[in-house]
Structure formats: structure tokens, C-alpha cells
């Protein structure tokens, strides 16, 4: 976090509240030596885990299994001047055990079309940090203003 | 770039075109040796940069001067399963020469709140990719879909 930046921190709490509210964030990792983020769509798991679902055979799965990621979601109303920024930081896997799948097959992400070979990746919420962004202060240090 | 997960892929042209249209990015480095990633807003440079304003002391300048960071913006519609996403990837560096400075804060992002010792970032395009979703397709092979 940085601090001394006029951003409210946010509880744990409040963040998987927030997080909870919207269906896509993003998953930034490593590729080729370079930062990487790529827009997901995902489910918050009870104990706070994001789950993501994807081909077996995706490049985002080499990429992030077993890896710590940050996953982050926001919703900045620039015309209100307020917004919230949410990140996860955890380990990401594959989920392999059976029931943890049946369980997920019920209650993780739907797809829009199904595809075979799909799995399910965690991202263990080990760190769970926000900012609320309060009208007319500046958002991480920097001043957010109209834009073009 | 993720190959063959159904995404059609933009344009470095596209990407511009798409990333002028939004008001707020995410910066995507590294801080304390983990994935950190923080909403901002910004304004394109006609070169394709993105430029940042913030305060000369705030962490975020030292933790991405001089490194090479990614510049992420979205806008995905999840009923209409449709959206883009845009990465600018490039080294960022506060912006030193007086012309520039005169320039930018003619140009540059417009503080909601002004404040004193503020600098501009640019972030050079060295690479500028972007993916359109075409829907009922995969997202970055992760299915996009109703969540909660």
C-alpha cells in the first residue's frame, strides 16, 4: 500500500464486500520477464479466494500456476470523483481435488459457452488490501481529472 | 500475448483508439518484490505515451521511475459480453525537460485538486497490444460469465 497519499484503506472485510459487487477484474503476473495483466471474469469464494475457470490448455494456466499473482478489481466513477480499488495477492493453482471441482462446477464462474477441458485456478487471498477514493482527493498519488 | 484462446487481436492503431477513450488505467509494477497494480488516470500523448500526474514525493514515482511497467485499460460489458482490453508496456520516467513540463500541463491530465510539487510520468509505448472480446468467446481463455 502507499501510504500518506489521501486514499482511505479499506478492511478486509470491506474488500471482499466490494470485490463481491463486480463479475470481472484482472490477473497481474509475469510473462517473458515482463508484467503481464489480463482482464478475467471470476467468483469470490467464501474464504475470500478468487476463482477464475479456464481451458486446461490455456497459456494463462502455465503462467500462473503455482505463481503469486495480484488479482484486482475497481469501480472509479470519474465523473463523481469516488471509487474503490481492491487487490488480492496470493499463491494461484490449479484446483485438483474432486470435490473442490464438484463444489466449484456448482458454485464457481458460469461460462457464457461452455468449453471442455476446463479448470478451475484459485488465488489464495493471503494479502487483501483497498482504497476508497474520496471525492476530490488524489487516487494513489495521482490526481484523477478529465481525460482524453 | 495469449495465442489461440478465441480473442481477436488489435492493432497497435486499434489500441490507441480505444485507450483515448477512457479516462482511468491500471499501472501494473512491482512493489516489495510482489505484484502490485493501481488505478490512475491518464492522457495519451499523440506518440501513444501514457502520461501520469502525481506528487514528485509519492511512492508510486519511486517505485516506477526509470522501470519498465505495464499500462492496462478495459471496458467489458458482461450482459453484452462484449469489450476490449489494452496493455502499454514501456520503461516510465518522470518528465524532466522544462519544454515538456510547459507542454504537459497545458496537454497532461487535469487535477481535480491541485496541489503543489506535482510531476508528470510518461510511460513510452514500446509495446501497445490489445484484444477485443468477441462474444460467446473466451476471455483470455477464462469464460466470462455471470458472477457473484
Do not use: K
Not at 500462473?64 to 493453482?93: L, Y
Not at 488490501?129 to 490526481?143: F, H, I, K, P
Amino acid at each position: 500500500m502507499y501510504p500518506n497519499d489521501g486514499f482511505r484503506e479499506l478492511g478486509r472485510r470491506e474488500c471482499l464486500g466490494l470485490l463481491a459487487r463486480v463479475p470481472v477484474g484482472r490477473i497481474v503476473h509475469t510473462r517473458q520477464a515482463l508484467p503481464a495483466v489480463l482482464p478475467v471474469n471470476f467468483r469470490l469464494d467464501p474464504d475470500g479466494a478468487v476463482v477464475l475457470r479456464t481451458s486446461a490448455a490455456s497459456e494463462l494456466v502455465r503462467a500462473i500456476d503455482g505463481v503469486v499473482v495480484a488479482f484486482e478489481a475497481d469501480d472509479v466513477d470519474v465523473v463523481a470523483q469516488a471509487g474503490w480499488s481492491v487487490v488480492v495477492t496470493g499463491r494461484a493453482a490449479v484446483v485438483t481435488d474432486p470435490a473442490e471441482c464438484r463444489r466449484l462446477t456448482r458454485t464457481g464462474p458460469v461460462c457464457w459457452v461452455p468449453s471442455p477441458c476446463e479448470v478451475f485456478v484459485r488465488i489464495e487471498p493471503a494479502l487483501v488490501t483497498g482504497r476508497e477514493l474520496v471525492a476530490g482527493r488524489s487516487m494513489y498519488g495521482v490526481d484523477l481529472g478529465a481525460s482524453g
